[in-house]
């Protein structure tokens, strides 16, 4: 018999983010190790993608956007990004208010609008 490991990577669903629920209010010296967690999955997965679980966090504050905006910058040096799950209103208010747009589960890629066909007019047409 052998119990050789298959050569080559391990199989991933690349499909399937990682999840890091974020629970309670975080404090600042916990920011380090999230960060880490965050390049961890993301290597782990290779899905490009953490999905963070807000619902937890309860009522938003400048040190939440300060985490969630370094764990965008820790996944983006990684090659990924972070998209949140459950954000409460305040909280989405709040990042826009200052600035930082997250990727939010369930909300629609934002693309260009689509363009409007122009007419070119005739001579002989009729003014409308």
């Excluded at 990682?18 to 209010?25: D, H, M, N, S, Y």
């Excluded at 390049?39 to 966090?57: F, I, N, Q």
């Excluded at 820790?74 to 954000?87: E, F, K, N, T």
Aim: proline share 12%; charged share 25%.
């Amino acid at each position: 018999m052998s119990s050789a490991s298959p050569l080559g990577l391990p199989i991933v669903d690349a499909m399937t983010p990682a999840v890091l629920v974020l629970a309670g209010p975080v404090a600042r010296d916990e920011v380090p190790r999230l960060c880490e967690d965050v390049r961890a999955r993301l290597e782990a997965t290779g899905a490009g993608v953490v999905v963070c679980d807000v619902a937890g966090l309860g009522p938003p504050g400048l040190t939440t956007v300060d985490v969630l905006a370094r764990l965008q910058l820790a996944a983006r040096r990684a090659g990924g990004r972070i998209r949140l799950r459950d954000p409460d209103p305040a909280l989405r208010a709040l990042l826009g208010l200052v600035g930082i747009r997250l990727e939010v589960e369930g909300q629609p890629e934002e693309r260009e609008p689509p363009l409007r066909v122009e007419e070119t007019v005739e001579p002989h047409d009729p003014a409308p």
